[in-house]
């Protein structure tokens, strides 16, 4: 059986580069949904094009799984570089979640995005 989650990473001889997983759902009403979480880049490797190439390898991977039709993320609402590259990647916007995670000075609220893995 396929794992429900996955985990992709870039690498080169001594580091990590950027990380990306992606969660499947095995419950018949639910399967056509894949979460992509955990995207992280480490700062000194920014700007490099790790994450869109994070982005399209997890895009190109859901899209193999025979019930995968969409695809979902968060992304904190203040990450612009984040959004701009999901939207770039053809998320589109479908919420606002106020107060998602609970930070020691505060909150930050998440921005729900989604597409569809037919248009990879």
């Known amino acids: 059986a396929d794992a429900l989650d996955v985990v992709l990473a870039i690498t080169d001889q001594q580091a990590i580069l950027g990380v990306v997983g992606l969660a499947f759902n095995n419950r018949e009403k639910a399967r056509h949904k894949v ?4 995207m992280y880049v480490p700062q000194n490797q920014q700007h490099k094009g790790f994450g869109r190439q994070l982005v399209h ?3 190109n991977h859901a899209s193999l799984r025979p019930h995968a039709s969409l695809i979902q993320l968060t992304v904190s609402e203040h990450n612009t570089a984040a959004l701009r590259l999901y939207e770039q ?3 589109t916007v479908f919420g606002l979640e106020p107060l998602a995670v609970a930070i020691d000075d505060g909150f930050i609220s998440k921005v729900h995005m989604w597409r569809l ?3 990879t």
């Open 117 to 119: 893995l037919s248009t």
């Open 57 to 59: 390898a997890a895009l």
């Open 35 to 38: 979460s992509l979480f955990g």
């Open 89 to 91: 990647s053809g998320f």
